[in-house]
Nanobody, 116 residues
Framework: QVQLEESGGGLVQPGDSRRLSCAASGFAFHLYAMGWYRQTPEKERELVAGISISGDTTAYADSVKGRFTISRANAQNTLTLQMHSLKPSDTAVYYC?????????WGKGTLVAVSS
């Protein structure tokens, strides 16, 4: 059974840092490109960051470049999103995703709320 379980969300203040983790199981994690998406009720789902199977290549939305870092540990089947200098506009439900050709898996999401 494929599972992507996000953790690390919560309420934070502007300027704070937070680390999201995604624990993957039930599929060959090391063969899948991984990513983090986020969504709010007001906006369409947005790709925040993506990482290649080896971890050598990463990509970021312009809105988070320089503040967020995506990484993966294939030996532990985990994906991480380190977030710094959080802004209220970063408030969203964050989803962990896995992609291999036409196969996509999604986690249930974790809420990050940035508010003073």
């Amino acid at each position: 059974q494929v599972q992507l379980e996000e953790s690390g969300g919560g309420l934070v203040q502007p300027g704070d840092s937070r680390r999201l983790s995604c624990a993957a199981s039930g599929f060959a994690f090391h063969l899948y490109a991984m990513g983090w998406y986020r969504q709010t009720p007001e906006k369409e789902r947005e790709l925040v960051a993506g990482i290649s199977i080896s971890g050598d290549t990463t990509a970021y939305a312009d809105s988070v470049k320089g503040r967020f870092t995506i990484s993966r540990a294939n030996a532990q089947n985990t994906l991480t999103l380190q977030m710094h200098s959080l802004k209220p506009s970063d408030t969203a439900v964050y989803y962990c995703t896995a992609n291999y050709y036409d196969m996509d898996y999604w986690g249930k999401g974790t809420l990050v709320a940035v508010s003073s």
